[in-house]
């Protein structure tokens, strides 16, 4: 069976189960293995590219993001920003009596990124981060990862099933099929990263 869309996903799960009984929780159990996806899979589609200004102590992260990859002010010459813990970031505060400048630092202080310097004008900045994987639905029936890797949606959304079905005995199959499923996505992943680096021949002189 074919699955390239919300409703097969569905489909395919209660076929899996072999109940038809289950509809009203099966969605559940895609947006459990959903969360689950987001934490294991770091695959380069996730990469997103924002471009923002800053001009304060304090800036909310994008909707999507998850973990940073890259953090840079790009006015005049380009500066990357470099993450410190946020009790690190209150000592240097104290130390230097808060003067404002070019941010150097930043921290992760509750769900917003906080600078130091505080910046003392408006900073052009770009993160590059890992973003969550749109959410299937409804209205939004795919996304690149069921197109590309539909065991990982199709095992996963099994796995959070069993807890439901109490003690299903092919949880631990599910489970294997979705571990390598998340493990294929991850290496494929690396794999178009480094393609095209091309081999480096040493030549010996003598």
């Known amino acids: 069976m074919s699955i390239t869309n919300y409703t097969q996903l569905k489909t395919a799960i209660a076929d899996f189960l072999?109940?038809?009984?289950?509809?009203?929780?099966?969605?559940?159990?895609?947006?459990?293995?959903?969360?689950?996806?987001?934490?294991?899979?770091?695959?380069?589609?996730?990469?997103?590219?924002?471009?923002?200004?800053?001009?304060?102590?304090?800036?909310?992260?994008?909707?999507?993001?998850?973990?940073?990859?890259?953090?840079?002010?790009?006015?005049q010459t380009p500066s990357e920003l470099e993450l410190l813990a946020q009790a690190e970031i209150v000592d240097r505060r104290e130390d230097t009596a808060n003067i404002a400048g070019r941010p150097r630092f930043y921290a992760i202080t509750g769900s917003q990124f906080e600078f130091f310097p505080t910046p003392d004008g408006t900073y052009n900045a770009e993160l590059v981060y890992f973003g969550r994987i749109p959410a299937l639905t409804d209205v939004a029936p795919t996304n690149w990862l069921l197109t590309y890797h539909p065991d990982v949606y199709l095992y996963g959304s099994l796995v959070h099933s069993a807890p439901y079905l109490s003690d299903d005995a092919r949880a631990q199959v599910w489970a294997a099929l979705y571990q390598s499923g998340v493990d294929s996505a991850n290496l494929a992943s690396d794999a178009a990263r480094h393609s095209g680096s091309g081999l480096r021949m040493k030549v010996r002189s003598y």
């Open 18 to 75: 072999n109940r038809d009984d289950l509809t009203s929780v099966i969605p559940t159990f895609v947006s459990l293995a959903e969360a689950d996806i987001n934490r294991r899979v770091r695959h380069w589609r996730m990469q997103v590219r924002s471009t923002a200004e800053i001009d304060g102590q304090y800036s909310a992260f994008p909707a999507d993001w998850m973990e940073t990859i890259r953090f840079q002010i790009t006015d």
